[in-house]
């Protein structure tokens, strides 16, 4: 199997002391087939695990982090950046708000 597809490939990255530890509780048929999955990728089963839940964590952060906005306020953002408009009076009071915030 090539490394790339390696489940144990990415745990390399976190290195140090492995004294955490979570215990898991399931049924038979849960634990037979994480046996199997771990053994398709050529595995042990904690590293097989392992790895599943650090990949799922990272895609959850990373979707967590960005923002989705729809399609006219994208392009109302998109057109302000290219195109900002002249600043107005509430505009240059906030602006005047603001430096006189860090200046003191």
Known sequence: MPAANRTDTPISRTTGVKDARIHL?????????LERAAACE?????????????AAAERIIESKGRTVLPTADWD????????????????????????KRVAD
Do not use: C
């Open 42 to 54: 050529e595995t042990t089963v904690s590293r097989f695990v392992l790895s599943s839940a650090i």
């Open 25 to 33: 509780r399931m049924d038979e048929h849960t634990k037979r087939t």
């Open 76 to 99: 109302a953002f998109h057109d302000a950046l290219l195109d900002p408009p002249e600043p107005n009076s509430v505009l240059k009071a906030a602006a005047r708000r603001y430096r």
